[in-house]
């Protein structure tokens, strides 16, 4: 079955031979900087590719769920949304509060839920509802839905293959070499793989939005982040 696109193998050995370094040491640096970049090129939108969706089912009387028993492979860094669909069929999203917010905001009192929070607790994310949900809206609306922005899957194996469509795997190179200029200090290779991976990705990001057929100016849905940060709109077609 033939192969399409860059392997892992493919991008690490090109970088390491655009950056001047063949050696073992290198590579093992170079692998790492792949991922590193291939994260950072995932986070500059909500690419359709990296969206999914998930049922959230819920217990009465019961204030939370974990994310892992959500969705295990949910990017903590990207916003959430989670709705459900009332009497009329209308999506009813639920308000998002950050950690001033919530103190204002919770109550354990039980009836329809209204609102969430997105923290951790004792190392594991969790989300809390307000209000906590009673029997009859776990009846009517159980499970929610969430839409979120999974993490990339970390390339190990020399035949994994990037979470970006193959037609821009060469930009996951530029990337790549971009990020370890950096750490060297080369500033003109910096310069040089910025302008290439900008060029490589700008056209990615305009399939991107042409073929979601939005307004050429896109900015993320606002709401809060899960680590309590005001989410700032960002122009994404810069």
């Known amino acids: 079955m ?10 690490y050995n ?10 073992t040491s290198h590579i093992t640096y170079v692998k790492k ?3 590193d970049a291939l994260r950072e090129i995932c986070n500059t939108m909500k690419y359709s590719w990296m969206q999914r969706e998930t049922d959230i089912t819920l217990t009465a009387s019961q ?4 994310m892992s028993d959500v969705a295990s492979d949910w990017d903590e860094d990207q916003p ?8 009329a069929n209308k999506r009813q999203v ?25 923290t951790m607790k ?3 994310w969790r989300i809390l509802f307000v209000l906590v949900p009673d029997s009859a809206f776990v009846s009517s609306y159980s499970p929610l839905k969430m839409e979120y ?18 037609s821009h795997h060469q930009g996951l190179v530029y990337w790549t070499n971009k990020l370890i200029c950096a750490e060297m200090g080369d500033t003109e290779g910096f310069a040089l793989w910025e302008r290439l991976a900008d060029s490589a990705l700008g056209l990615l990001k305009k399939r991107q939005v042409h073929r979601l057929g939005r307004p050429k100016r896109v900015r993320p849905h606002p709401c809060i982040t899960v680590r309590g940060r005001a989410y700032q709109p960002k122009d994404y077609n810069l």
Do not use: M
Not at 2 to 11: L, M, N, R
Not at 14 to 23: F, K, P, Q, Y
Not at 97 to 117: I, L
Not at 157 to 163: A, K, N, R
């Open 149 to 166: 922005q999974k993490k990339p899957t970390e390339l190990s194996s020399d035949t994994d293959i990037p979470e970006i469509p193959t």
């Open 14 to 23: 090109e970088s390491a031979r655009d950056t001047g370094d063949t050696t």
């Open 33 to 35: 900087k792949v991922n």
């Open 94 to 118: 639920l308000n998002q509060y950050d950690d001033t917010e919530w103190k204002r905001e919770e109550d354990t009192d039980e009836g329809d839920v209204y609102g969430c929070h997105i």
């Open 80 to 87: 959430v949304e989670i709705f459900y669909r009332n009497s």
């Open 63 to 66: 204030q939370y769920v974990n």
């Open 122 to 124: 004792s190392g594991i």
């Open 2 to 11: 033939p192969t399409y696109g860059k392997q892992f193998s493919d991008i």
